[in-house]
């Protein structure tokens, strides 16, 4: 039923399709080795959305979502993004795709390239489009700044830079980057507690203040090191400082008040990383790349502490430490081979190192001083060494037929320290195919089978306290990587190059999913991060851009996106059916812009909505709801000195966040309830005015 109504709207959209073009600036030129398999859009098809970066373009490219890369997936093959500069990948994980792109002035973009199948000249990685943004030759000194002030519900006033400049160096370019963000937002969390039969034994009245600190300095070269080689380097480092202030009284059932809560949280934290790309071509058709990867990063959390001045009985009071430390060094090198117009071939290897290094030391004073208390794995090392092999091809079997397939090998070995220390190694083979078919220059149907290993979550070895939700997580020295296997369809129907429709069919079937399960000590049972089994997951995406020359509405676009989930596993608890946690079943967002070039003026809103979604631990049930939605609205103009300034407004309709949760006597399985909860956090609307620019 749901796939009908989706495809009814698609259809909808089909039937409408000749007005889509109606108000489109410019035809686009479909050009590449397979006819229609690359459309270049020309500087020119921008104008009207009065771009100031190459940032605001790719925003603008009609069927195209950029991704920063999948960082959940292990490996430097799956964290580079769907993006190209002059047909290379700019970045190599250090440094994100929309920071590049907004370094980059409108006027020094000559086309942007949207490669919507498997060619062999560029290496898809298992994207179905890629975005290819060509630059002007010796394009000289360029620089780009953003500054927005933001004042939200604590009458603070938030401050974010982002400015960068780039000039020739030699034959190559190096460009320093500073961005910075100060941030004090505040809200207002409510906790009501009831008992199973709906009588009220207690009320939580909080305001959450924060305050945020953060810059993040960077310098980039890119360049020839030779007649056949080229170096790009990007080093880049963040300091953060964190503060975090609660108070507020608890009231009995009948309102009076019970005791005076206060907690306060310090967090320290750094972070650099380095990374390196040579690429060199070794004869006609050969070529190979070399990548290194190093980060290192540190948190110093504490003292976090929580103190309830109960009116009656005196102070009790709790207190936190954590410290952590994580590292990670990474080598990938490979060969390209285009043995033809038509074919190439791809193959490496990959070898990295992962660790960290966690502390947790948690305390309790009930009016005699603080003493400690013991928690498993709460002093934890872990490593991980891992190493792949792989290979890819791309077949171009005709103009509008491509295959791309390719297999990983994968060797892993994990150790951890401590009294639960053990050491394990694991081996995954990890093939991928897709086929894609242009049964015209306005249609693509793309099919693809894919296996993957999610990225480890070191965080899930180690234990760690939230005095916030009251919430201790063992850590389990037994998790592994979950896996699934992946099967999508993908059909996208074009309309006069400046419209698109996309609809997407998938279905996951996992192994070992992420989830919480039991660990049981002598005096104590613990949530613990876990893998609760296999599970399935179906998908069906609708994704649009549409101009509304149709409704009247000159140089103005709607993007829509709207997406289902349906998700089964068997609760490990309770032994039933239920979804998987943390997955809405509804995901939807709209986002309309309008321009009047005349007047260099646009205006525009996004929204965007999320079904409830549940979480389920041992002991307790969760369901998280967003009521309304989220509505943002912006007005902008490029009158002044050729810069974008923006006034705008986010979370319009000041909607408050709810959890609902049920606590258990016992486990769920015996279906005992103790108490109910309900919690609702206000975070209230926010005012913010942006300058950004590019010369």
Known sequence: MMIARTTSLALLFAATAPAFGDDAPEPVIAEG???????AYPASFFTEFSPVTARDMINRL???????????????????????????????????LGTVLQRIPANQVVRIELIREPLPEYDMRGYSQLANVILVEGSGTRASFEHTLTRNNSSRLAS????????PVGSGEITLGLNWETWGPANDRTV????????????????????????????????????????????????????????????????????????????????????????????EGLASTTTFLLTRSDTDNGPEEESVNTLSAGVERAQVLYQNAEEETALRHSFDWTLSEAHSF?????????????????????????????????????????????????WVLSDTLSLEGGLRYEYSEISQSGPSGQARTFTYLKPRASATWRPGEQRR???????????????????????????????????????????????????????????????????????????IT???????????????????????????GWLGLRNATLDGFVEWYDSNVTDPVTGEDRAWSGIAEWELSFDFRQTFPEQQIAWGWDYFYLSD??????????????????????????????LTTRLGADFVLDTTERQDRIFYDGSRADGVESLRQQRYFDFGPQVYLSVRGAF
Request: aromatic share 10%; glycine share 10%; no cysteine.
């Open 62 to 96: 009609p069927g195209f979502s950029l991704s920063d890369g999948d960082t959940g997936r292990r490996g430097l093959a799956d964290a580079f993004g769907n993006l190209l500069i002059n047909g290379e990948r700019p970045s190599d994980k250090t440094l994100g």
């Open 192 to 283: 009501i507690s009831e008992s199973p039969d709906g009588v009220r034994l207690s009320s939580e009245r909080y305001n959450d203040q924060r305050r945020y600190r953060e810059i993040e300095p960077s310098i980039s070269y890119a360049g020839p090191i030779g007649e056949n080689t080229r170096l790009r380097v990007n080093a880049n480092a963040e300091f953060v400082a964190w503060r975090r202030i609660i108070s507020g009284f608890a009231y009995d059932g009948a309102g009076q008040p019970e005791a005076y809560i206060t907690q306060e949280a310090n967090e320290r934290s750094w972070e650099a990383g380095l990374s390196a790309t040579v690429e060199r071509d070794w004869a």
């Open 33 to 39: 080795e397979a006819d229609g398999a690359i459309l």
């Open 445 to 519: 149907l793309r099919i693809g089978i894919e296996r993957n290993v999610d990225q480890l979550d070191f965080g899930n070895f180690a234990s760690s306290v939230d005095l916030n939700s009251d919430q201790v997580d063992v850590g389990n020295p037994d998790y592994r990587p979950q896996t699934d296997w992946t099967l999508e369809a993908e059909f996208e129907q074009r309309f006069n190059e400046d419209a698109s429709v996309t609809l997407t069919l998938g279905r996951v079937w996992r192994q070992d999913l992420d989830d919480y399960i039991a660990i």
């Open 613 to 642: 979604a549940a979480s389920y631990r041992v002991g307790r049930f969760t369901n998280i709801q967003h009521p309304g939605g989220d509505l943002d609205l912006y007005v902008e103009t490029t009158r002044w000195f050729g």
């Open 346 to 394: 791809t193959f490496g290897a990959e070898a990295a190192f992962n660790a960290l290094d966690a502390s947790l030391a948690l305390f309790e004073d009930t009016g005699g001083g603080y003493v400690p208390i013991p928690l498993p794995v709460s002093d934890t090392r872990v490593e991980e060494v891992r190493g792949e092999l792989f290979a890819d091809t791309v």
């Open 160 to 167: 974010e830079m982002e400015s960068s400049i780039t000039r």
């Open 522 to 548: 002598p005096t104590e049972i613990f949530d613990a991060p876990g893998n609760i089994g296999d599970g399935a997951l179906n998908r069906v995406t609708l994704e649009w851009t549409s101009p509304l």
